[in-house]
């Protein structure tokens, strides 16, 4: 089946109306309060928010206060004496998620570093405090550079319904497209966080990221290796409410303000291709441009990582929601160009990839000023 966006199809309208109930119920099942995340009677519009960075217009004054919490939180710069370390990237969420504003992507300095080790993904942290050793790649494991992406609009993806990832990864056959939905073993959703999708909810990337990216031991890390960080800090170092307020900050921001909508550009982005992974609305009100599902882009892409079901050339659809705020695309930051980055999409994209460049050089341009404005 080739998916077409379509105001007109009544079809669509009554899928899309069920699948807003299921994701209000999605949003409400797995709230880690009892604090009620949404109030229904507001729908998000990317239309009436005003600056990248606020949060959602859908909140209720509790959640705003804790959003406000945690973003504080998110851009603290922890100390040694709170557990920082001893292996660590940066002292703060903020410091690698700060482009062009708190919750934002990152330039090249601050790229994580990843190693295989012993079968798993693992971070190599590139700061050690004194007197402890510095981590070192295990001889001949891959190391693979990855950029931090902006985090706006995450409480949307969170609630989009498993079922309607699992029934578009790997169903839509057009193009040579396929793709797949990757499931984290030690957690019960469709995973959709992270360049590879290898974590299910945004609360497990915060703990997750708490402990590699800062050495920052916490209650929802209890089964990593690096939970016993061996620094004089006792562990866990900070409390689930940490972990809980960052990612009630993550949820809150609102997706990136919407473009002006320009109908020819976006027929054109559909018929050549792009939007069978680009997804122009994955779910009510989320207008990723992404399915987030994995894609296979062919060797150039192959970071020799497999994680759960990504092989090393699978990536995460990105969403292109905010590409105008970014000047380096892929998740190496490989190019600037948005021409090259088209050129270079290889493996299940190769055949959109060369009907863009099949396409008359003015046709490539409106897409490519849409694309700088998306
Ligand atoms: C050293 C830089 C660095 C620091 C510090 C850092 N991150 Fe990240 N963040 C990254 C990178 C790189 C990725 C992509 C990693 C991947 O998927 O393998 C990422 C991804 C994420 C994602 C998933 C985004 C998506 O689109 O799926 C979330 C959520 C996140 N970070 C939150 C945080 C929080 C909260 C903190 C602080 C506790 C933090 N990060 C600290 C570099 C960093
Ligand atoms: C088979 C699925 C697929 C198709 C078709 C596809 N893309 Fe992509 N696209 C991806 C994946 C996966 C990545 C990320 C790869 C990575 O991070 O290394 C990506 C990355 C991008 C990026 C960089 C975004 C960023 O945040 O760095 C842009 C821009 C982009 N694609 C535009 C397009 C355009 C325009 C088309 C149509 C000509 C297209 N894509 C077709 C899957 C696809």
Redesign the pocket.
């Known amino acids: 089946m080739h998916h077409k966006a379509s105001a007109v199809n009544p079809d669509a309208h009554v899928a899309w109306t069920m699948l807003a109930v299921v994701v209000l119920s999605a949003a409400c099942r797995q709230a880690p309060t009892a604090t009620p995340k949404t109030n229904p009677t507001t729908a998000t519009t990317r239309a009436t928010l005003v600056e990248l960075g606020d949060f959602r217009a859908d909140l209720t004054p509790e959640m705003v206060v804790r959003a406000a919490q945690g973003k504080a ?2 851009n603290k710069k922890f100390t040694a004496a709170e557990g920082l370390g001893p292996h ?10 700060d482009q062009p504003t708190s919750g934002g992507h ?1 330039d090249m300095a ?3 570093r ?1 190693t295989f080790i012993d079968g798993d ?1 693992d971070g190599l ?2 700061q050690t405090l004194p007197g402890f050793n510095p981590l070192q790649p295990v001889p001949g494991a891959p190391v ?1 550079m ?6 706006f609009g ?1 409480g949307l ?1 969170e609630a989009i319904d498993d079922t309607y990832l699992r029934e578009h990864c790997g169903v839509d056959k057009h193009l040579g497209i396929a793709g797949i939905a990757n499931f984290n073993l030690g957690q019960n959703r469709v995973s ?8 299910a909810t ?1 609360r497990d ?2 703990g997750n ?2 402990n590699l ?2 050495g ?1 031991t916490n209650p929802v890390e209890r089964d990593s290796r690096h939970f016993r960080d061996g620094d004089a800090v006792p562990d866990p170092e900070v409390p689930t409410s940490t972990v809980d307020l ?2 009630d ?2 949820g809150a921001l609102a997706p990136p303000p919407a473009p002006p909508t320009d109908p020819a550009a976006e027929r054109l982005f559909a018929d050549v291709g792009c939007a069978t992974c680009h997804r122009p609305q994955t779910a009510v009100g989320v207008q990723a441009y992404s399915d987030f599902c994995l894609h296979d882009l062919g060797s150039g892409f192959d970071n020799k990582m497999n ?1 759960f079901r990504a092989t090393g050339s699978h990536w ?1 659809t ?2 292109l929601w905010g590409l105008r705020f970014r000047n380096k695309y892929f ?1 190496d930051d490989r190019t600037g160009d948005l021409r090259t980055a088209i050129a270079v999409h290889r493996g299940e994209a190769a055949q959109v990839s060369q009907r863009f460049a099949a396409l008359p050089t003015a046709q490539q341009e409106v897409l490519l000023q849409w694309l700088r404005q998306l």
Request: hydrophobic residues 50%; positive net charge.
């Open positions: 939180l998110f660590f990237n940066f002292a703060s969420c903020g410091s690698c998620h990152s601050h790229q994580a990843l993904v942290p590139q693979s990855h950029r931090p992406p902006a985090l995450l993806v959709r966080f992270g360049l590879k999708a290898h974590t945004i990337f915060v990221a708490l990216e800062m920052l960052l990612a900050y993550v994680d995460r990105p969403a998740h």
